[in-house]
T-cell receptor
Framework: DAKTTQPTSMDCAEGRAANLPCNHS???????VYWYRQIHSQGPQYIIH???NNETNEMASLIITEDRKSSTLILPHATLRDTAVYYC???????????FGEGTQLTVNP | DAGVIQSPRHEVTEMGQEVTLRCKPI?????LFWYRQTMMRGLELLIY????????DSGMPEDRFSAKMPNASFSTLKIQPSEPRDSAVYFC??????????FGPGTRLLVL
C-alpha cells in the first residue's frame, strides 16, 4: 500500500469548515483513498473513500487531485464532537489491509 | 444492527495467565479483523479472516497469540501466557467483501 503523509495536528473553530490534507504521491491506479477517524477511547470510524472522483456523504466531502497524489477531507461545519484523530489510508480495492499511520489530531475549539 | 460486539470491554490479569478476547461481527459480513493499539506502535493489524478462514496472520506478534473463527458470528483472540507488554486496546472489525471496515468498541487489556 502507498504511504501517506498527514500533518500531526490541526485546529478548527466550531462551525467552520475543517480541511484535512493528505499526501499520497506513490498511489497506484487501483488504490483507493480511505478516511477513518478515532474519537478518544473509541474504535475507528469509517468516514468516506474514493478512487479519483470527488465524493460526498452525510459526514464529509473528499477532494482528490487530478493526479491523485493528494487529497483533502472536508468537514463542512465542524462541531466539538468532530475532535478526533483522522487517518488517511491508501489501499487496494479489497481494502483487506488497512495500515494506520499517525493521523492528524483535529481539535475543534468553541 | 448492533454493530461489532466485543467482550470483555476491560480485562485486568496477571502475567502468565491466559486471556481470551471475543468478537461478534456484523451479521452478513464475511471479513473479520483483529487489531491492537498501543501508544508506542499505534494501530496495527494482527490477523484477518475471510469466510472464517485465516488469510493473513503476519501481524501476530508471536506464538503466544492465537486467533480462531469457528463460525461466521464469533471469533476469539487468545494470549497464553500473557505478559505486561501485551497491555493494549484490542479492536475487532468486520466488513463485507473486505471493503469498508466497521470497528467494535475495543477491549482494554492490562497485564500486571
Amino acid at each position: 500500500d502507498a504511504k501517506t503523509t498527514q500533518p500531526t495536528s490541526m485546529d478548527c473553530a466550531e462551525g467552520r469548515a475543517a480541511n484535512l490534507p493528505c499526501n499520497h504521491s506513490t498511489i497506484s491506479g487501483n488504490e483507493y483513498v480511505y478516511w477513518y477517524r478515532q474519537i478518544h477511547s473509541q474504535g475507528p470510524q469509517y468516514i468516506i473513500h474514493g478512487l479519483k472522483n470527488n465524493e460526498t456523504n452525510e459526514m464529509a466531502s473528499l477532494i482528490i487531485t487530478e493526479d491523485r497524489k493528494s487529497s483533502t477531507l472536508i468537514l463542512p461545519h465542524a462541531t466539538l464532537r468532530d475532535t478526533a484523530v483522522y487517518y488517511c489510508i491508501v489501499t487496494e480495492t479489497s481494502g483487506s489491509r488497512l495500515t494506520f499511520g499517525e493521523g492528524t489530531q483535529l481539535t475543534v475549539n468553541p | 444492527d448492533a454493530g461489532v460486539i466485543q467482550s470483555p470491554r476491560h480485562e485486568v490479569t496477571e502475567m502468565g495467565q491466559e486471556v481470551t478476547l471475543r468478537c461478534k461481527p456484523i451479521s452478513g459480513h464475511d471479513y473479520l479483523f483483529w487489531y491492537r493499539q498501543t501508544m508506542m506502535r499505534g494501530l496495527e493489524l494482527l490477523i484477518y479472516f475471510n469466510n472464517n478462514v485465516p488469510i493473513d496472520d503476519s501481524g501476530m506478534p508471536e506464538d503466544r497469540f492465537s486467533a480462531k473463527m469457528p463460525n461466521a458470528s464469533f471469533s476469539t483472540l487468545k494470549i497464553q501466557p500473557s505478559e505486561p507488554r501485551d497491555s493494549a486496546v484490542y479492536f475487532c472489525a468486520s466488513s463485507f467483501r473486505g471493503v469498508t471496515q466497521y470497528f467494535g468498541p475495543g477491549t482494554r487489556l492490562l497485564v500486571l
